[in-house]
């Protein structure tokens, strides 16, 4: 199945809109929250790119609505790495209704290296590669 976590989110009062239910740009937070929790778990977290001087901007994101959440349920967000030979870290995500166990939204995320001037990279940073080979993910790279 590859890298993943599994991520609780309170809905907050301030996520929902005035139907009670929560406001579709608050979805992509969840994903937000999600890739902060794969980092930290799986030891790639946005501050290992900036301390290393790359930063990793999002580049596109993708969200499908299936069902509401609604003010005061938990929503388990699911964040994959999905894998690829490309400069760039991709995501797949699948939120849950913690209570219901429904999915309640599905997307995907993808973000690109720059170095600290803003140009962008077309080749993944050495750290980063040597990060996909200790999780399996790049058995050709050499080092």
């Given amino acids: 199945m590859g890298l993943m976590t599994r991520t609780p ?25 999600g890739r902060e929790d794969f980092g930290n778990t799986h030891g790639i977290n946005y ?7 790359y930063l990793i901007p ?8 299936k069902r509401p959440l609604r003010y005061g349920d938990t929503a388990i967000v699911e964040t994959r790495f999905a894998d690829t030979e490309s400069a760039k870290i991709s995501y797949e995500y699948t939120i849950y ?5 429904e999915v309640v939204a599905t997307g995907s995320s993808t973000q ?15 750290f980063f590669a040597e990060w996909k080979k ?3 993910l790049m058995t050709g790279l050499t080092t």
């Avoid at 989110?9 to 929250?33: A, N, T």
């Avoid at 501050?47 to 001087?53: C, T, V």
């Avoid at 690109?112 to 050495?126: G, I, K, R, S, W």
Wanted: aromatic share 14%.
């Fill in 9 to 33: 989110v309170r809905v907050r009062f301030s996520d929902v809109d005035s139907m009670g239910i929560v406001w579709h740009g608050q979805y992509i937070r969840y994903f937000e929250d």
């Fill in 47 to 53: 501050l290992d790119f900036h301390s290393r001087g």
């Fill in 58 to 65: 999002i580049v596109k994101v993708g969200c499908d609505y």
């Fill in 97 to 101: 209704n913690e209570k219901t166990g």
């Fill in 112 to 126: 690109v290296f720059l170095n600290l001037n803003h140009e962008l990279l077309l080749a993944f940073p050495l």
């Fill in 134 to 136: 200790k999780n399996g």
